[in-house]
């Protein structure tokens, strides 16, 4: 391929850079293809299970309240609803998930695989729209929730009353400072934050079963109010499931967990195209997080009923968005509680940490391939600067209000949710595992049913994902547009005939013609020569080689190009290539033959027909129309020089 100079990056530009893919680990579509290497990186599992925990053990610190103002009395039943479908339904889906898609590409990556061409990207480009909801509105109101919880200490409460919008957009910053550090420094913070917290809510739970054990007139107090009000069992399952959706925050976390799945180290030796040892160990990240989360939902849903009045939940309560604490600070005094405090405000604001690295993981592995983001969206400081300005506009939009973020945070859980059930149900059929299949399909077919309840409760939460969806798929096409001529194909492969090809006619003067195949006769090779010929002038003792490209799959941005030579009816010697775009093989052809030789190459076209507007939009859409220019310009772009540049003549 060609090499041009560049001057030494600047010492900034240097530091942004380090570390490109560092995220993703590369494992794209062209890494897969890469030849094996031992997998030697990564953490061990319950490290990396603290970095997705801070997303999903950080909603302790709402879900009791957001369970007792939808369930009241039945909240503990109505959690005990969520577990269920927590450990029979969320959880085997992701362990397949895990399975399906060891790089961290989630069920993104197995829907993918579904569709093709354009209709593949746009969908794609959807799910990461809701990706983006999902992971964003963590970042946002989980700060959020953590700057309510400090501005409510009883200790701090007149000096920061009104400073909400302002500690929320300080913790955000704080957030992305930890990540330009680095990603390790992000795992050894989120490690000591959970373990303080689960200990913290450990003692919290502890107090407040043995004050429910001791008073025993609360237990009796809240069966007979149950009764009353719901009248028998039956009645008191079916509203569980009713509200049970306006519980699915307490779903969060499951995904993060796949798309942080490159971070665990396996076993050693192993290499990337099978990562048993991760798998395995991924899955007990998994389980292990959805035990500890199941145990302390139905035990704190429990305390927190029956030991706090049930007006204290609504907005204006003191144990509004913080029944824990509440209950910390009424049983165990206002030291331990503020100390119950600081931790809840750490691990609510570094709850982001997990959504962060879920946005770094994923968006590299998608848009840069696309061609839909520039070069360094594979880098992880530039898009940490991104993501955090991005999570400042939807703080301010937002004004820091966890209730008003509340439906779009439960929306993006949701669709991903659903999709993963969807994406493994597809994956069980596929393999013929008949009874994965329909259980599968029954999880998918609830989750389904969650988020057309969630939606048609909270459509604010569509608003905002379609908002996000529409600004991914916007500048994608801008991205994909600005980068239209650039020479993006990896790398030139010639196979023995193709090689002989090029070494004899560099002998003499390197003429290509490109030729679009139709019948590939013998005439049409024929007339092609002579028309060349006669358009350019060009002596008829010159000797020419054929291009031919042949459009595979035009909505891919880069991939490798392969050379084949053939003789077309033992005289016209012919190159065939395979590519999404015409003008970028052929241009990448030119170069590859130019470096290989040494000689300038030359390559003749003919005018293409038609409107010049209508044929750019056949080249940006299907990698075909205006293919002389086109090629001339994006030779242009890759090599400045014009002395070294490939020639290109139209007749």
């Known amino acids: 391929m060609a090499t041009t100079e560049h001057p030494p990056p600047s010492r900034l530009r240097a530091w942004m850079l380090e570390g490109l893919s560092d995220m993703g680990k590369g494992?794209?579509?062209?890494?897969?293809?890469?030849?094996?290497?031992?997998?030697?990186?990564?953490?061990?599992?319950?490290?990396?299970?603290?970095?997705?925990?801070?997303?999903?053990?950080?909603?302790?610190?709402?879900?009791?309240?957001?369970?007792?103002?939808?369930?009241?009395?039945?909240?503990?039943?109505?959690?005990?609803?969520?577990?269920?479908?927590?450990?029979?339904?969320?959880?085997?889906?992701?362990?397949?998930?895990?399975?399906?898609?060891?790089?961290?590409?989630?069920?993104?990556?197995?829907?993918?695989?579904?569709?093709?061409?354009?209709?593949?990207?746009?969908?794609?480009?959807?799910?990461?729209?809701f990706a983006a909801t999902d992971f964003l509105i963590?970042?946002?109101?989980?700060?959020?929730?953590?700057?309510?919880?400090?501005v409510e200490n009883p200790h701090l409460e007149s000096a920061l009353h009104d400073k909400q919008l302002v500690i929320t957009l300080i913790l955000v910053a704080l957030l992305g400072a930890v990540f330009l550090k680095g990603f390790l420094e992000a795992i050894g913070v989120a490690v000591a934050l959970v373990a303080s917290y689960l200990a913290l809510n450990a003692v919290v739970v502890a107090v407040g079963l043995y004050h429910v054990?001791?008073?025993?007139?609360?237990?009796?107090?809240?069966?007979?109010?149950?009764?009353?009000?719901?009248?028998?069992?039956f009645v008191m399952i079916g509203v569980a499931l009713i509200v049970f959706p306006k519980l699915a925050l307490g779903l969060s976390g499951f995904e993060t967990g796949v798309a942080v799945m490159p971070h665990v180290k396996g076993d050693p030796g192993e290499t990337e195209e099978n990562p048993q040892g991760r798998i395995r160990d991924t899955k007990k990240l998994l389980t292990t997080a959805a035990l500890i989360m199941s145990c302390f939902l139905i035990a704190t849903s429990f305390i927190t009923t029956l030991l706090i009045p049930e007006?204290?939940?609504?907005?204006?309560?003191?144990?509004?968005?913080?029944?824990?604490?509440?209950?910390?600070?009424?049983?165990?005094?206002?030291?331990?509680?503020?100390?119950?405090?600081?931790?809840?405000?750490?691990?609510?604001?570094?709850?982001?940490?997990?959504?962060?690295?879920?946005?770094?993981?994923?968006?590299?592995?998608?848009?840069?391939?696309?061609?839909?983001?520039?070069?360094?969206?594979?880098?992880?400081?530039?898009?940490?600067?991104?993501?955090?300005?991005?999570?400042?506009?939807?703080?301010?939009?937002?004004?820091?209000?966890?209730?008003?973020?509340?439906?779009?945070?439960?929306?993006?859980?949701?669709?991903?949710?659903?999709?993963?059930?969807?994406?493994?149900?597809?994956?069980?059929?596929?393999?013929?595992?008949?009874?994965?299949?329909?259980?599968?399909?029954?999880?998918?077919?609830?989750?389904?049913?969650?988020?057309?309840?969630?939606?048609?409760?909270r459509p604010d939460g569509v608003k905002i994902g379609a908002c996000f969806i529409a600004g991914i798929i916007l500048i994608s096409l801008l991205s994909r547009l600005l980068r239209a001529f650039e020479l993006r194909v990896t790398s030139v492969t010639l196979d023995d005939m193709a090689g002989r090809f090029v070494r004899d006619i560099a002998s003499r003067k390197i003429r290509f013609i490109a030729n679009e195949p139709d019948r590939r006769d013998k005439a049409e090779y024929r007339d092609k020569i002579e028309q060349i010929r006669n358009d350019n002038d060009v002596p008829g003792q010159e000797d020419f080689v054929f291009v031919e490209v042949t459009v595979t799959d035009p909505s891919e941005f880069e991939a490798g190009l392969t050379v084949r030579g053939e003789v077309m009816h033992d005289r016209y010697r012919v190159l065939t290539l395979e590519s999404s775009s015409v003008p970028n093989a052929l241009a990448a052809l030119l170069?590859?033959?130019?470096?290989?030789?040494?000689?300038?190459?030359?390559?003749?076209?003919?005018?293409?027909?038609?409107?010049?507007?209508?044929?750019?939009?056949?080249?940006?859409?299907?990698?075909?129309?205006?293919?002389?220019?086109?090629?001339?310009?994006?030779?242009?772009?890759?090599?400045?020089?014009?002395e070294r540049r490939p020639r290109v003549h139209t007749g």
């Open 213 to 233: 054990v001791t008073e025993g007139h609360v237990i009796t107090d809240w069966s007979s109010a149950l009764t009353a009000e719901h009248g028998n069992v």
């Open 27 to 129: 494992h794209g579509r062209q890494a897969e293809q890469t030849e094996s290497k031992p997998e030697t990186t990564g953490q061990p599992w319950y490290r990396v299970m603290c970095l997705t925990g801070v997303d999903y053990f950080s909603t302790l610190g709402y879900q009791p309240g957001i369970a007792a103002l939808a369930a009241g009395l039945l909240s503990p039943i109505a959690t005990i609803v969520l577990v269920i479908v927590t450990l029979a339904g969320a959880l085997p889906v992701y362990r397949r998930v895990a399975e399906e898609s060891p790089h961290g590409q989630g069920s993104i990556a197995m829907l993918e695989r579904l569709l093709t061409f354009w209709k593949g990207k746009l969908f794609v480009l959807t799910l990461l729209g």
């Open 138 to 150: 963590t970042i946002t109101l989980s700060a959020a929730d953590a700057s309510t919880h400090l």
């Open 311 to 457: 007006k204290e939940f609504e907005p204006g309560g003191e144990a509004n968005g913080r029944a824990l604490a509440f209950l910390a600070h009424e049983y165990l005094g206002n030291g331990f509680g503020t100390v119950y405090d600081v931790s809840t405000i750490a691990i609510l604001w570094f709850a982001g940490a997990s959504a962060m690295a879920g946005l770094l993981n994923l968006m590299p592995r998608y848009l840069p391939r696309y061609g839909m983001a520039p070069h360094w969206a594979r880098a992880v400081r530039p898009m940490v600067i991104v993501f955090t300005l991005v999570a400042f506009l939807v703080t301010w939009i937002f004004d820091a209000d966890v209730d008003a973020q509340g439906g779009a945070y439960a929306t993006g859980v949701l669709v991903l949710i659903s999709s993963a059930a969807i994406a493994v149900t597809i994956a069980a059929r596929e393999a013929g595992q008949r009874k994965w299949f329909i259980g599968f399909a029954v999880i998918s077919a609830v989750f389904l049913y969650t988020t057309v309840a969630n939606v048609i409760e």
């Open 591 to 642: 170069l590859h033959v130019r470096d290989s030789t040494g000689c300038i190459p030359h390559i003749y076209f003919e005018w293409t027909e038609g409107n010049p507007f209508t044929n750019f939009l056949r080249f940006f859409l299907f990698g075909q129309g205006e293919v002389a220019p086109v090629t001339r310009e994006v030779l242009r772009e890759a090599e400045p020089d014009r």
